[in-house]
């Protein structure tokens, strides 16, 4: 029997692209706020009304740049998404405090995967966040994603060894490479974003080659 993958389509701009990601089996849909970088950027009203305009039952998640707990917790009572992905590495109190703030919220902690200091910091998350998503951003560079790059998925191997909680795989990845990718990391799933799109809009055929695929 074929294992079945976690799929999260991110980068969501519309209700007609979030039901499409829906169709073909997306358990997430990544929706992004506003940030210095990356595709799909949308603001907090954008947001609420995508959320509003699809089945109550999806599972939305807002993507924040925030660093700062109160605002973080404010930008989501705005959306009233299923989920958050900080996309900053924040640290563990603030982690720890978004968590205490909003308990039912599911909460997706980015670490991106720049060398092998990514292991302990993946650890680190693990008390206070349901997932960890890897990623090819370069905080220190002020890129948070959405890069349709690559990085060292024998980094990202090692954090699916270590970690305790579900990790999800994101960074270029395609219908060329995704098999690849799970076959060297073992992720619980996988994120992506450009790597289904044409000219910014999510390719419905693009998509139906990587869900065969997984």
């Given at each position: 029997?074929?294992?079945e993958?976690?799929?999260?389509?991110?980068?969501?701009?519309?209700?007609?692209?979030?039901?499409?990601?829906?169709?073909?089996?997306?358990?997430?849909?990544?929706?992004?706020?506003?940030?210095?970088?990356?595709?799909g950027?949308?603001?907090?009203?954008?947001?609420?009304?995508?959320?509003?305009?699809?089945?109550?039952?999806?599972?939305?998640?807002l993507?924040?740049?925030?660093?700062?707990?109160?605002?973080?917790?404010?930008?989501?009572?705005?959306?009233?998404?299923?989920?958050?992905?900080?996309?900053?590495?924040?640290?563990?109190?603030?982690?720890?405090?978004?968590?205490?703030?909003?308990?039912?919220?599911?909460?997706?902690?980015?670490?991106?995967?720049?060398?092998?200091?990514?292991?302990?910091?993946?650890?680190?998350?693990?008390?206070?966040?349901?997932?960890?998503?890897?990623?090819?951003?370069?905080?220190?560079?002020?890129?948070?994603?959405?890069?349709?790059?690559?990085?060292?998925?024998?980094?990202?191997?090692?954090?699916?060894?270590?970690?305790e909680?579900?990790?999800?795989?994101?960074?270029?990845?395609?219908?060329?490479?995704?098999?690849?990718?799970?076959?060297?990391?073992?992720?619980?799933?996988?994120?992506?974003?450009?790597?289904?799109?044409?000219?910014?809009?999510?390719?419905?055929?693009?998509?139906?080659?990587?869900?065969?695929?997984?």
């Open positions: 029997m074929s294992k993958y976690f799929l999260k389509v991110c980068c969501i701009s519309s209700p007609e692209e979030a039901l499409l990601a829906l169709e073909h089996g997306a358990d997430f849909l990544g929706l992004v706020g506003p940030m210095p970088s990356g595709p950027i949308l603001s907090l009203e954008e947001i609420s009304q995508i959320v509003r305009d699809i089945p109550a039952e999806a599972k939305t998640v993507l924040t740049s925030s660093s700062d707990v109160s605002a973080i917790i404010t930008d989501y009572n705005q959306v009233q998404t299923k989920a958050i992905q900080l996309v900053r590495e924040l640290a563990v109190s603030d982690l720890a405090a978004v968590r205490a703030a909003l308990p039912d919220v599911i909460l997706l902690a980015v670490v991106h995967v720049e060398d092998a200091s990514a292991i302990e910091r993946a650890k680190s998350y693990e008390q206070s966040a349901d997932y960890i998503l890897l990623d090819s951003g370069k905080p220190t560079a002020g890129i948070l994603g959405g890069t349709g790059n690559t990085h060292d998925w024998s980094v990202s191997k090692r954090i699916v060894e270590e970690v909680i579900p990790v999800l795989l994101a960074g270029g990845l395609n219908a060329e490479n995704v098999k690849d990718a799970l076959d060297g990391v073992n992720p619980y799933g996988v994120d992506l974003c450009s790597g289904v799109r044409t000219d910014g809009h999510l390719d419905p055929d693009k998509l139906i080659d990587f869900v065969a695929q997984l």
